[in-house]
């Protein structure tokens, strides 16, 4: 685990006790619990940040993963064009599409975005989108041009930003009665993050973002 963006590294734990079957996929779910699925089928989670795992099921059913993503209490395995299921954190499984793709190029990674959407990019470099949480599937674009230089990452990233506001407490419904204000009570100052407002208790609050 890194703390400072990858700069720095500390070992949190071995996921499936010094076995010699490599991870073929990791994720986290919304709970933050971890996910891995390793080279014998097995599906292992821990939900104290990767210091002590549990394991899930010895074989999810599909042979050697491909890739792993998880949303909130489901997980998904993709294995070469097949997609897999399960809604009790790792136990069972279901294979939910046969055939993500019409061309017969096996997947290489699959990952759930930020706004729910799962994507999965195969053997040539194709790109593929499901909004129905991995049952069906359409092609989206080939990223690098037709080159055929497999995928060794797939992902994706939320941009962050601070915000900061200004309150105003009043007497008056329409708030005419006041200004909006920071922490040291004047226009031009803002507040950020938790800061305890320095308000009047009035009837009325209002605020801007």
């Known amino acids: 685990k890194s703390t400072d963006k990858g700069i720095t ?9 010094g076995l010699s079957h490599n ?8 709970t ?5 699925v390793d080279g014998d089928d097995d599906v292992y989670v821990s939900t104290n940040d990767g210091i002590n795992w549990t394991r ?10 491909d890739g792993l993503a998880a949303a909130n209490s489901s997980v998904y395995i993709l294995r070469n064009e097949e997609v897999y299921s399960s809604t009790n954190a790792g ?7 046969d055939s993500f793709s019409p061309y017969g190029q096996d997947g290489l990674d699959i990952f759930i975005s930020d706004t729910d959407a799962f994507y999965i990019v195969d053997e040539a470099e194709r790109v593929f989108v499901s909004s129905n949480q991995g049952i069906s ?16 990452g797939f992902t994706s990233f939320v941009v962050e930003t601070n915000l900061t506001y200004q309150v105003k407490s009043c007497a008056l419904a329409s708030c005419n009665d006041s200004n909006f204000t920071g922490p040291d009570g004047t ?23």
């Open 9 to 17: 590294w500390a070992l949190q734990g071995d996921f499936n006790g």
């Open 23 to 30: 991870p073929k996929g990791m994720a986290v779910n919304g």
């Open 32 to 36: 933050n619990a971890l996910y891995v």
């Open 56 to 65: 899930q099921t010895t074989n999810f059913g599909g042979g050697l993963a």
């Open 91 to 97: 136990k069972n499984w279901t294979r939910i599409n």
């Open 137 to 152: 599937w359409k092609e989206l674009s080939d990223f690098n041009g037709g080159v055929g230089n497999d995928v060794k």
């Open 187 to 209: 226009s031009s100052s803002f507040y950020q993050g938790s800061q305890s407002l320095n308000v009047g208790a009035l009837r009325y609050l209002q605020y801007r973002v």
